[in-house]
DNA sequence: TTCTGTGCAAATCTTTTGCATGGCA
DNA sequence: TGCCATGCAAAAGATTTGCACAGAA
């Protein structure tokens, strides 16, 4: 795996200290939204505004370097990795990614080849089902 | 399948004309945006307001009368139905429901008791294919 | 110098809330 | 009468835009 300058540079945007913050806090969350990337990265970059992360979420996305994790709430972003599902607690919010098992991707590809899937399974984690 | 005056009966809300407007206008469309909804009730009902709609959504919402469909765009809503998967069209946004396969949901059932699964497959709808 | 990215402020959009009114049990 | 639901208007929140400035190629 490539360091997150290296991505930047292969891509059409340059590398700056803000893109690489936004990175670094979302890799090291594993996924995190617009406000928590914020608040992360103003602790050790205070004069960074909000409209930059909006703006470079957006381009991030459009290279694919970073997707976004929908899960009916704010909307997440991690870093873009190999096709994986999502479990998403119901309770505190919180995102884990699990692999997507062979025999599904392979059905799903052969009713709809070319096709990008997204699986999300809702539950409780297990921090949140040991007080239920 | 009863009708949803007497799906409403059942649940804590009241059977009300606008109610039954928007659950009519979901059905009608199979997946509905909120500001869909607005403009297709306000033909017919030009005095609703859009509070209205999402009030009502949120407590269809909670009785699970209706369900959210998360596109990675504007929240769609739909008429709670069996568990199925969606079929979301890259380019047009339009959703079809499709099914799981008997394999996927067993699978996932081992793995993830007592979860709730949604699946999304993204790809080409058959409109939008013919002119690519 | 030129171009892209940043940060601020304003503008826009979306969603929620408060409150007075209306209708149904 | 007593509720709940509605509709309006205001408030709050989220996201986008415009613009001037800064910094790197």
Redesign the pocket.
């Given at each position: 795996m490539q360091n997150y300058q290296d991505m930047l540079k292969s891509s059409?945007?340059?590398s700056?200290?803000?893109?690489l913050a936004i990175l670094s806090t979302i890799n090291s969350k594993g996924h995190a939204t617009?406000?928590e990337i914020y608040s992360d990265i103003k602790e050790s970059?205070p004069?960074?505004?909000?409209?930059?992360i909006?703006?470079?979420i957006?381009?991030l996305k459009d290279e694919q370097i970073v997707s976004e994790v929908c899960n009916h709430d704010?909307?997440k972003f991690e870093i873009t990795k190999e096709p994986h599902a999502h479990f998403i607690c119901k309770k505190c919010g919180e995102i884990e990614d699990i692999d997507f098992s062979k025999a599904i991707t392979k059905e799903i590809d052969k009713r709809y080849p070319n096709s990008y899937k997204e699986l999300y399974i809702y539950g409780l984690c297990s921090k949140c089902s040991k007080y239920n």
């Open positions: 059409t945007l340059k700056t200290p803000q893109r617009i406000e970059f004069s960074i505004s909000l409209a930059t909006y703006k470079n957006a381009s704010k909307p």
